[in-house]
Every structure is written in structure tokens, then in C-alpha cells.
């Protein structure tokens, strides 16, 4: 055996159990997915009747998947641009050499060990219309059509904020100090110095950053399932909170559907993103 | 104006004293080289002339002016750091550019400071750059240059500005041997053509020898001495200085003083060694010294009074280290490779020039002679 073919057979070999858990996981799940859109149940799930492609074109044209994409995106456009900036600010803010920073430091990222449950319960709490801290601020009012979902949103910011602070807090971490120096002594003032050197040499962290967020944002659920059971009337029905919700046999070549759908949305937009900012991402040396 | 001046600069970093009451004036014009082992002190001296340390006591002045207050992108100053410190995500030009956007500039002879146009400053990044070579590299990222071509462009980038000093933290030390030798004699070129003040801070004393006009060396925080260089090759003025500088370095040897007819000499393990007459005061007899002799001054001569046994030799090409012991103590004599062969476990006479025999206090470690 040639050492070449050897090389390769033992690179394929070390590939098995990841491919394996890819496989049965991830890969077999999709494609019975995949399938399930092509059928339809019957009401008691006992029989199932060919349908083909026409369930897919009927579902992803029709209006519960695109007020589900359109709420989705709201969501998007909420959670993940205030989310990163309001990280990048604390993360600058406790980027610095004094004493006790550690402590701030800890409760900036607190928020990392609260799960997606008692970020919402907290939120449940103090947007209560009765005895909420929140209760007046009609803009994030869980009960009005048009601002429940910017209410859902608040407690994602809130409970992602941890995991944004400490991630940039790492990139700032890595900007070495005397690129920092040369720049002050170039007569650039902090600010200055913050958009010249310090942004753009933390870009790719923010552009992991802005990946893993509108992946979250997407798939969000469960803060919709506990602040407002997706109501009122609907507003805050995200397209997982709408697929979760088609589990009668009747629907749920229906709810397969969707689940394609947002897979293929999530894909074209990570993609897109990568496409997009990886031109204006600097990676270092 | 450029003359950069301490006058009784401490610095301190919590209980830890980095630069201790420092009284340094740098000329204006001079390549002033800060010498000293790492933690001397000499970084942070020269992180306080740019404004990145503060001065804890003593007074700081660039010119005229006491910077003390003066913040560091107001004090004209420029620095090549030891990284290079580039910026990564820009291109040559662009880094060489920097110091250019932010500040104003005194364009006119009498006009008041301005900003200057983009015409005017591609002028200078250009004229930068082909002072430098770096005219074909401009388009590049730093990423794509090797590391002299980094280094040039962190000069470039200091040059650009028109500081009234440049700051160099040991800006060699990243380079290999052969181009740092090529890098020293640019340096001193540039500073020959550029004719602004240099302060120059490295732990190599050959970086020192071959560039400064003057060497500052400093040591735990404290300045030993400051001369030009061969002054202070010659001249050490405490035994700090007279190991640190040399290499390989000074041979130093504990003895005791006794008077001959001839005068002054020093006795070690049964030897007597004539030495020149001590100018301050003489020593009185039987004063312990710390004997001092340059390996280059120690010549083999039958009639030599100090007799030593060969243990090994070092063939350098050019010329030989011979490592004898005298008296228990191991010296280095440097013997070109012209001279007679010795062999280990010989036993060689040893003489030198009176007038090249340094005695240092044991004590105080102060020179005597």
C-alpha cells in the first residue's frame, strides 16, 4: 500500500465517528423530514397519502409561513444589531487594567448561566401589566399586537447580552496593546482610536457574533412560549413557535414543510452574511 | 528644540520602583542609546518621554516644554516598538499615512498649524517610502512582508511626522542576525540624514557600541553612567558597567592592595600584580579591590607575574578565547589567531598594561583608579 493511499485511509478513518453522529443525527433527520412534506396524515395518523411538492409550494407561498418569516425577521432586526452593540459598549467598558474589574466583569456575563426559561420568567415578571417595574412602558407591553414582540425581544437581548460581552471582551482582549500605543502616539484620541484600530481588528469576532446571533433569533421559541403563547392574536408567533404548534397528525406534513423552509432561510442567510462581511473582515496575519 | 530631559524622574508601579530619581539631558540631535539588562528601567524611561507611563516624581522635559501633563498624542513625538506595531488591517500606505491624518502641521513658515491636504500627504508617504525601499511594497498588507520590511515601515511611519524625536524600543531584536547588522548601519544613516534626536533602548551593548553617540546605562531603575562609548568601555565606572559592557566581558578578580617600591600593586593568591598609581588618594596597604582586566588586555609574557592554567580554549576564527584559571578564579584571555598555540592544563604568564587595570571598591562597587 502506497504511504499516500495509506494517509488517506487512515484521514477517512479518523472521519467515521463525526461523520457517524453527522449522519444519524443530523443528516437522516432532514431527509425524513424532507419526506414528511411530500405526504399528509390523516386525522388519527394512521394512514398518510402521497401529496408530492405541491404541500411544499402551497405551505412556503402561503400566509401562516410568510407572516411566520415576517415576525421572524422583525425579531431579527430587534434582538440582534442592539444586542451587539450594547455587548461591544459593556465589553469596552470593562476592558480595563483596575481593581475589581473581575467583579463587574462576572455580572456582565451573568446572563450566559441563565437559561432561555428564567431570562423569560424574569421578563414575565417585570412586564406584568399588574405588578411589573415595566408595567408602564407601553413600548415593550406584552398585551398590544404591536409591541409584544419587541417585549420578547427585550428579555433575548437581556439573557444574550452575557454571551456578547464575553466574547467581544475577548477579542478586545486580544488587540495588542502597543498597536493601541502607536496609535495614540499617531494623535488619535480614544474614540478615534476605537473606530480606527480597535473595530476593525475585533471585526471577526462580531461577525461570528452577528452569525450566532440571527441563528438564535431564528429559531427563537421559547421566550414566545412563555411571555405570550405566541399571542396576542398571533403577533408574536415566530415560524419555530408555528411548526412546534403543528403536531396534530392533520398538520404535520405541514409543520415539515416549515421546518424546511427555515432551514433553507437560516442557510441562505448565514451565507449571505459570510458572503457579505467577510469583505469587510479583517483576519490578522 | 529637541533636547529631551529628565531631572529627577522616579517612577513608580505600586511598591515596585521602575526608574529611580533618572537625570538624563538627551542633546538635541543626539542618538542617545538607553543600555542595561531587562528590568533595568530603560523601557519604562522611554515609555514616559512618549506619555504612555506617567512620571510619579521629577520633572520630564522635550525642548522647552515639561510634558510631565502633556498627553502623548500632543507631545511630537514618534515610536518604533519592539512588535512593529503595525496596523494589521491596513495597507502600507496607509500605515505610514496614520500620524498624518490626525494631528495639524506647521506647513508655512509662518502660518498657523494645519491639516494637511491629501496631495500633500501621499507626497510625504511617498517620500517616506522610497527613503525606506518600501516605494513597491506601498499596495501591501503587513501581513504579506517579511519582518525587515515590517520594521521599515514602522520607520516610515515614525519618519513621516517630522517628530521632534524618535523613541526606538528595541527595534532590532525581532530581526535575524545578519539583518539586524545590516539594519544598525541604516539607523545610523537615517539618523545622519535626518539630524533629529534618537533615544535608542536595547539590553544588546553591541546595538549600543556600534549606533549611539552616547550610551545611558542604566541599571535596577538607577543611571550607572553615560558617555560615548568607548568612554565607557574604557572608563567603567563601577564594576555594574564594567561587566555588562565587553564581550567577552571583564575579567574581574578580588584582591588585596599592597605597596612596592615601584608603588601601587595588588596581590591575589600569592601574586603580585603592578598597577598604575591610584590619582585620588592612595590606597592604603592591604585595602581589598576587585581587579578588573579586559580579555584583550591580558597578553602571555614569560616575565608576567600572574600565572595561570589553561582549562579550555574557544576558536573563533579570527581570534581565540582561552579560559584560564588564576588563583581559583576563571579569567578569559583574547589572543588573535596569529599568536602561539596553547593547550589545556598549560601554564601561562600573564601580563598587562598597568595603565589597563581597573580597581573597583568591593563594597561600594565604585571605581578606584
Given amino acids: 500500500m502506497s504511504r499516500r493511499l495509506k494517509d488517506s485511509l487512515t484521514g477517512y478513518a479518523l472521519l467515521v465517528p463525526s461523520a457517524v453522529i453527522f449522519v444519524w443525527f443530523f443528516f437522516y433527520p432532514l431527509y425524513r423530514l424532507f419526506v414528511m412534506g411530500l405526504y399528509q396524515q390523516n386525522r388519527t395518523g394512521t394512514a398518510e397519502r402521497w401529496v408530492g411538492f405541491s404541500q411544499y409550494s402551497d405551505v412556503l407561498t402561503g400566509h401562516q409561513f410568510t407572516e411566520g418569516v415576517r415576525i421572524t425577521f422583525t425579531y431579527v432586526l430587534y434582538t440582534v444589531p442592539i444586542g451587539l ?5 459593556l465589553a469596552v467598558a470593562a476592558d480595563r487594567r483596575l481593581k475589581g474589574i473581575k467583579i463587574f466583569q462576572a455580572i456582565f456575563s451573568s446572563t450566559i448561566a441563565s437559561s432561555v426559561a428564567v431570562a423569560s420568567v424574569i421578563f414575565f415578571v417585570l412586564l406584568n401589566p399588574q405588578i411589573g417595574y415595566f408595567s408602564q412602558i407601553q413600548f415593550f407591553s406584552l398585551s398590544h ?74 429559531q427563537a421559541f421559547a421566550q414566545a412560549d412563555i ?20 403536531q396534530q397528525p392533520l398538520d404535520q406534513g405541514t409543520g415539515a414543510v416549515m421546518a424546511i423552509g427555515l432551514f433553507g432561510i437560516t442557510l441562505v442567510v448565514s451565507l449571505a452574511q459570510f458572503l457579505i462581511l467577510d469583505r469587510r473582515v479583517h483576519y490578522g496575519n | 528644540m529637541s533636547e529631551v530631559a529628565f531631572e529627577g524622574v522616579t517612577k513608580r508601579f505600586g511598591e515596585v520602583t521602575a526608574v529611580d530619581r533618572l537625570s538624563l539631558a538627551v542633546r538635541d540631535g543626539e542618538f542617545m542609546v538607553l543600555l542595561g539588562p ?69 506647513v508655512e513658515a509662518h502660518g498657523a498649524p494645519r491639516k494637511l491636504t491629501g496631495e500633500e500627504r501621499t507626497e510625504r508617504v511617498e517620500q517616506a517610502a522610497e527613503s525606506l525601499g518600501l516605494t513597491d511594497l506601498l499596495g501591501r ?54 539630524t533629529t534626536t534618537f533615544v535608542y533602548v536595547t539590553h544588546d551593548q553591541v546595538e549600543a557600541m556600534t549606533m549611539a553617540d552616547r550610551i545611558a546605562v542604566m541599571s535596577e531603575g538607577r543611571l550607572q553612567q553615560v558617555g560615548p562609548p568607548q568612554a565607557v568601555y574604557d572608563r567603567p565606572h563601577n564594576l555594574f558597567v564594567a561587566r555588562f559592557i565587553g564581550s567577552p566581558p571583564m575579567n574581574t578578580v578580588p584582591g588585596t592592595v599592597v605597596r612596592t617600591d615601584g608603588g601601587t600593586g595588588v596581590q591575589l593568591g600569592g601574586q603580585t600584580i603592578d598597577v598604575e598609581p591610584v590619582t585620588a588618594e592612595p590606597l ?5 579591590v576587585i581587579i578588573g582586566v579586559r580579555p584583550e588586555h591580558l597578553v602571555v609574557d614569560p616575565d608576567g607575574q600572574a600565572k595561570a592554567e589553561v582549562r579550555a580554549v574557544e576558536w573563533l576564527g579570527h581570534e581565540r578565547l582561552v579560559i584560564c584559571d588564576l588563583a581559583g578564579h576563571q579569567i578569559t584571555v583574547r589572543q588573535s589567531s596569529g599568536d602561539e598555540p596553547v593547550a589545556p592544563g598549560e601554564v601561562l604568564s600573564l601580563t598587562a598594561d598597568p595603565g589597563q587595570i581597573h580597581l573597583f571598591d568591593p563594597d561600594t562597587t565604585e571605581r578606584l583608579n
Fill in chain 2, 38 to 106: 531587562s528590568g533595568c528601567g530603560k523601557t519604562t524611561a522611554l515609555r514616559m518621554i512618549a506619555g504612555l507611563e506617567t512620571v510619579t516624581e521629577g520633572e520630564l522635559r522635550i525642548g522647552d516644554r515639561v510634558v510631565n501633563d502633556v498627553e502623548a498624542k500632543d507631545r511630537d513625538i514618534a515610536m518604533v516598538f519592539q512588535s512593529y506595531a503595525l496596523y494589521p488591517h491596513m495597507t502600507v500606505a496607509k500605515n505610514i499615512e496614520s500620524p498624518l491624518m490626525a494631528r495639524k502641521f506647521a
Fill in chain 2, 141 to 194: 498588507k503587513p501581513a504579506a512582508l517579511s519582518g525587515g520590511q515590517r520594521q521599515r515601515v514602522a520607520l516610515a511611519r515614525a519618519m513621516v511626522a517630522r517628530p521632534a524625536a524618535f523613541l526606538m524600543d528595541e527595534p532590532l531584536s525581532n530581526l535575524d542576525a545578519k539583518l539586524r547588522a545590516q539594519t544598525r548601519i541604516e539607523l545610523v544613516e537615517l539618523h545622519r540624514r535626518l
Fill in chain 1, 145 to 218: 399586537t404591536d409591541s409584544a414582540l419587541r417585549g420578547v425581544a427585550l428579555s433575548s437581548i437581556w439573557q444574550n447580552l452575557g454571551l456578547t460581552f464575553v466574547i467581544v471582551l475577548a477579542g478586545l482582549q486580544a488587540v495588542p496593546d502597543e498597536v493601541q500605543e502607536a496609535a495614540t502616539l499617531d494623535g488619535y484620541g480614544p474614540v478615534r482610536r476605537f473606530f480606527k484600530v480597535t473595530l476593525p481588528l475585533i471585526s471577526p469576532t462580531l461577525m461570528f457574533l452577528a452569525v450566532v446571533l440571527v441563528i438564535f433569533a431564528l
Fill in chain 1, 85 to 89: 452593540v450594547l455587548g461591544v459598549l
Fill in chain 2, 284 to 288: 592604603a596597604d592591604a585595602t581589598s
Fill in chain 1, 227 to 246: 411571555l405570550t403563547l405566541g399571542g396576542p392574536l398571533g403577533s408574536t408567533e415566530t415560524l419555530v413557535f408555528k411548526i412546534f404548534n403543528s
